[in-house]
């Protein structure tokens, strides 16, 4: 499981023309599933955006998480993000999770940010959707359920 967050001061996400979803200052989070992934994975990627330090502290550091600075959080589903690139001119998904799944751990993932009290919003899954943010910096990470080894 996959998340992109990027630090934003506003993000907002429009179906058809109508917005769904927005949030002010927070993480806008881009998620995908991959094949394999589990709740553990779901339920490990959701601790570690909610724990990820990059917003500032009063030294100017990267050094507080988006619950310590009372932020928001705006979830977007993604399956382009578990798209295997290593090869050709066009992207293959068979390593997206099936769309079940992938609706699934999206949901249990939710689940996770809504238990731990942090603001939230949400885009649809299998929408057509247009995410629309400022990025703050531009602050941007990819982040994995588990951390590559070292």
């Not at 997206?96 to 942090?118: I, K, N, T």
Request: with cysteine; charged share 20%; proline share 5%.
């Amino acid at each position: 499981m996959i998340a992109l967050i990027q630090r934003v001061s506003q993000a907002k996400v429009a179906v058809a023309q109508e917005v769904i979803a927005e949030i002010g200052r927070g993480l806008l989070v881009l998620v995908g599933v991959a094949r394999g992934d589990s709740e553990r994975e779901a339920e490990r990627l959701a601790e570690r955006v909610l724990r990820y330090r990059v917003f500032a502290d009063a030294d100017g550091r990267m050094n507080l998480s988006v619950r310590e600075v009372a932020g928001a959080v705006l979830l977007v589903p993604q399956f382009t993000l578990t798209a295997d690139t290593s090869g050709g001119l066009r992207p293959s998904f068979s390593t997206a999770a099936p769309p079940g799944l992938g609706a699934q751990l999206f949901a249990h993932f939710v689940a996770q940010v809504r238990a731990s009290g942090v603001s939230f919003a949400c885009g649809r899954f299998g929408a057509d959707m247009q995410v629309s943010l400022t990025n703050d910096g531009p602050v941007t990470f990819w982040l994995e359920a588990e951390p590559p080894e070292a």
